[in-house]
């Protein structure tokens, strides 16, 4: 199947701009929600008074991303080609997320709390990082900050979301991620990246349930193949 082969990248790609976040030289931590790669030495993190002019649509956007412990969502995701997939988002801040594809794609990532896992089931294997090395440091840190590292573009209301756009301070031009919320009340829908060649992936969440109980085996990095029958000559 074509839609398999390469998921994890895709996915990659939605949730984090890994390859296009990453920095040659020492690779700072940047953020972003959506993502699997925040880099080996983490910027120097500002205070708010280092950022005074934030809009209070953003604080409060902020506020809802801190104050995010559990959820879980369906996605869709639409890759730069127009391709779709779908399946079942799962979050426990700090530290533990889970994108699992729907049937019959076989591809996931898993965070655990320590690394971040990401299985292809086409190749029959998986590549780990430290979570904190990964874009997904920023949605699954426990101090979420949607200014330290970053800057605000853009602020607006469209397709009946309150959109935040957001690039790195010191390489803007890597590529940018914007935040889809619906208001009163807050929530999370959407989030869309694009790289420096102006390819878009975007995430659409649905049937978002928050403040659940999740079971923690579900952030638990297990090998399919373990459970794999084996086969015998005839």
Aim: glycine letters at 8%; one cysteine or more.
């Amino acid at each position: 199947l074509k839609h398999r082969a390469g998921a994890i990248r895709r996915m990659f790609s939605a949730f984090s701009l890994v390859k296009e976040f990453y920095i040659n030289t020492g690779m700072k931590r940047l953020f972003l929600l959506c993502t699997l790669a925040f880099f080996l030495s983490p910027f120097p993190q500002r205070g708010f008074a280092d950022v005074p002019q934030v809009s209070p649509v953003v604080r409060q956007a902020e506020t809802y991303l801190k104050n995010l412990t559990t959820a879980q969502a369906r996605f869709l995701q639409t890759s730069p080609g127009g391709g779709q997939l779908v399946g079942t988002f799962y979050l426990d801040r700090p530290g533990r997320l889970r994108f699992e594809y729907d049937d019959p794609v076989e591809d996931f990532i898993v965070a655990d709390g320590f690394l971040i896992y990401f299985y292809d089931a086409e190749l029959g294997e998986q590549t780990n990082a430290p979570i904190g090395q990964t874009l997904a440091d920023f949605l699954l840190q426990s101090n979420l900050s949607l200014t330290d590292g970053l800057n605000v573009t853009a602020v607006k209301r469209s397709g009946g979301l309150l959109q935040i756009t957001l690039v790195q301070s010191d390489d803007p031009a890597a590529g940018s991620i914007t935040l889809g919320f619906s208001e009163n009340p807050i929530a999370l829908k959407k989030w869309r990246i694009t790289d420096s060649t102006g390819a878009i992936t975007e995430i659409e969440l649905f049937q978002l349930q928050t403040g659940i109980e999740l079971a923690r085996n579900l952030f638990i990095y297990v090998d399919p193949k373990r459970f794999e029958q084996p086969r015998y000559n005839d």
